[in-house]
């Protein structure tokens, strides 16, 4: 998985919501990797 | 929809969904509620291949017995040497069996699990279904 291609989102409340929107599985990736 | 959270940056993220260690994925329904979980690094091939195993878990147990049984064989067509696809071979017997009910869809996974991945716990767990027919 490259951050060339993923957008990442850091906020899960408004995650959770946009897919609850638009009917969308989350991926959620935690990471200690340095950004 | 890809949301990061950082061991430095975000350590609340950790503990709201109890990730203990990294690298961790989750897989989230639209309703937040987990469906899969990968813990530790895998190669390429086995990460995407879980990945897609995660997506149908999900459908699955949305009970979209078609559309998981078309994810799960899609790992196992992409990925057929990785870890999860004798687990996404298993699965895909068990979507067809729930969607048809027919005993035939269990002993034919039995047969090619058993074949194709004899050292497997998942030809184990299959082999139960072996005279099913």
Known sequence: MS???VQWLTDADQ????????????????????? | M??????????????RFKARWTPTQL??????EEKHRIEGF??????????????GRLEFERGDFDAAAREFDDVVVRH????????ARYWAGVSRYKRSNDPNALKD??????????????ARK????SGSR
């Open chain 1, 3 to 5: 951050d060339r291609t």
């Open chain 1, 15 to 35: 995650a959770l919501a946009e897919a609850r929107r638009v009917h969308k599985p989350l991926l959620l990736d935690f990471s200690a990797a340095p950004s």
């Open chain 2, 2 to 15: 890809p949301v990061r959270f950082h061991v430095k940056q975000n350590p609340e993220g950790f503990a």
């Open chain 2, 27 to 32: 897989v989230l329904d639209e309703q937040g």
């Open chain 2, 42 to 55: 895998l190669p390429k091939d086995d990460f995407l291949a879980q990945l897609e195993l995660g997506l």
């Open chain 2, 80 to 87: 057929p040497g990785a870890t999860s696809a004798p687990e």
């Open chain 2, 109 to 122: 996974t039995a047969e090619e699990v058993t074949r194709r991945w004899p050292d497997s716990e998942w």
């Open chain 2, 126 to 129: 299959a082999s139960v279904w």
